[in-house]
């Protein structure tokens, strides 16, 4: 043991770990180089990295390639107009001194390399379409710039731009969403040649400084930019202005002081509830958008803008239509859908220049329009006839007369019945009575020579009504669109006691290939019924109740079942979701499952003629205010054989 003792000898490693002998370093590392010889990861290390640098000179040639766009304007100096869609602009750029317009940069990446705008002093046209942290120092040069488009994160630097007295069109995007909202640019009145100016980016109130500028004539207050209390004061004193795009929470009389405006947009504000009279003064207007606020009427002064072209109050809350609406006989596109309009005017048919006409809501499906006036017969010029979802029982006679009519998109009505009018349509390309509860077209369909598209999807037709429609799309051969109807064999409504109808064969063979097994009595003595709002008790399908509680879904797996985009995972079913509110919509009972995590429904009709194998349809919930239903066109049986298992 004693001889073992030598090991004290570990001064040995006192030499590896002293520091005093580490200052030879000369002769540490030649000793350390012999005996370090046959290890050869410290030297390949060395080698790695020096292959690294050597790699690095590979990809900068690529940063900073020149484009074929650039190689061709620098080899023929009469091309004045340049588009580069490269983050970082080449150096080679600054040779082209000739160039009057250039668009750079891509959408939402950061724009690098503006140091080559530098010699580009002639520019008259500039479109940055990457994002800036700070305003190109280059643009205090661009004396002749007439027109600029820039997006500058640091809201500060961008009063560069104020000394650009040329200016006539700005489209300026200043801070940044991730950071506090920034100020109002108050330099902007300095600009006082401009004529078109489009702000966007997290300001809050507008400065009067923008009353500077008298010859506006275009004004656009964008994405970000807070919504005024009111129309304000700098931009009530712009006299010549033809288009102006604001946000505001009440318009008060001064609108009418804008008598040579072309153009008015407001939306989202659901503040603003009503329009000033002072609105009729505006006789120049051809546009007015007013979609998304809160307006619960439109006053009779509307009949003064004679030039209107498009009128569209789309999502709000309007009860009726002035029949001043009458005197628009210019206008050519009117939006009225998501309203809990119930009547229209019959000095609708006075609207002699209109090709398009939108009505209808399914936000408001309780108050829909019940009724087509007469008059929209002497619509000589409309083109397209459009609402989804409202109280339309049936069409006027008089809808024959709509002869330059091409598409016809009713679904989601009440409609029980067509005219045969509807025959002289000779337009017609594209015909819709989806989701209604129509059961049979007239024979005079067969005078749609152009029709090209038929959705009658979720309809029910009986067996004469499906044959004459069957032979007709026969008839117009495979190249048209026909979605038809399913044929009612009449089987009677349900008992309102409940029934103890099971799954049909093909459910129960399509659930033993997937290795689910049924386990439930012969038969359920009193299901749940629902009740429906007109008062009829429908009972819960005992199909849907054999497929949630009854299927032995094995331990571990879950299934998926895929549409399309959509998927929907078996393993969070929930039974009893109450479907009644949506029986205005779809006009006959649904009961279904929730897809608790996508919060989609799947449904199926109470009343479908083969309860064993009932049809499927898929609702769709906007935060469960809005809804739109959409035939699968599956039955349970071809859902279920669609079930991909997968692992939990």
Known sequence: MKKKRPTPKKPVAKKKAAPKKSSAKPATKKAAAKKAKPVAKPTKKPAAAAKAPAKAPDKKPKKTKVPPELIAALADPTKTALRL?????????????????????????????????????????????????????ALS???????????????????????????????????DFMKPDVEFPRWIGRLVNLKDLR?????????????????????????????????????????????LQINVHA??????????????????????????????????????????????????????LVNLTSLDVQSNALTSIPPEIGKLTKLTDLD????????????????????????????????????LPPEIGQLKLLRSLWSHGGRLTTLPREIGGCEALKTLYLPAHPI???????????????????????????????????????????CSFPQASYDRII????????????????????????????????????????????????????????????????GAEYPVPEAMRQFIRDVKWPAGIRYEVTFGS???????????????EYECSFHRPFDGLLDLTNHNMLVWDMSDPDPGDPRLYRIDHDGWSEHDAMSLGVRLSTFVQKMKPKPM
């Open 85 to 137: 869609e490269v983050e970082t602009l080449p150096p080679e750029l600054g040779q082209a001194t000739w160039l009057k317009e250039l668009s750079t940069g891509k959408i939402g990446k950061p724009f690098l390399g503006s140091e080559a705008l530098a010699t580009l002093v002639d520019l008259e046209e500039l479109s940055i379409w990457g994002n800036c942290d700070e305003a190109p120092a």
């Open 141 to 175: 040069g661009m004396k002749k710039l007439r027109e600029l488009r820039i997006h500058i994160a640091n809201a500060p630097t961008a009063e560069l731009i104020a000394d650009l007295t040329s200016l006539e069109k700005l489209d300026l995007f200043i801070g």
């Open 199 to 243: 702000l966007n980016g997290p300001m809050g109130a507008i400065g009067d400084e923008i009353g500077a500028l008298a010859g506006l004539e275009a004004l656009e207050f964008g994405h970000g930019v807070h919504a005024q209390p009111r129309l304000p004061d700098g931009v009530a004193a712009l006299k010549r202005l033809r288009e």
């Open 251 to 304: 318009l008060d009389s001064r609108i009418g002081e804008l008598t040579d405006l072309e153009l008015l947009e407001i939306r989202s504000q659901k503040t603003l509830t009503q329009l000033p009279a002072e609105i009729g003064r505006l006789t120049k207007l051809t546009k007015l958008t007013l979609t998304s606020n809160g307006l619960t009427s439109l006053p009779p002064e509307i009949g003064a």
């Open 336 to 371: 009225i859908t998501c309203n809990p309009v119930r009547v229209l005017p019959p000095e609708i048919g006075q609207l002699s220049s209109l090709t398009s006409f939108k009505f209808g809501s399914d936000k408001h499906l309780d108050a829909g329009v019940e009724a």
């Open 416 to 458: 029980t019945s067509v005219p045969p009018e509807i025959g002289q349509l000779k337009k017609l390309e594209w015909l819709s009575f989806a989701e209604t509860p129509l059961a049979e077209l007239p024979v005079e369909i067969e005078g749609c020579t152009a029709l090209k598209e038929l959705d009658l999807t979720g």
């Open 471 to 534: 032979a007709f799309k026969a008839s117009r051969g495979n190249h048209y669109d026909f979605k038809m109807p399913r044929l009612d064999k009449k089987r009677p409504p349900p008992p309102a006691t409940g029934s103890t109808t099971r799954l049909g064969p093909k459910v129960l063979e399509a659930l033993a290939k997937k290795g689910l097994v049924i386990e439930s009595p012969a038969e359920i003595p009193e299901p749940n019924t629902r009740k429906m709002k007109g």
């Open 566 to 580: 959509w998927k929907f995972d078996a393993i969070d079913f929930r039974f009893g979701v109450d479907l009644t």
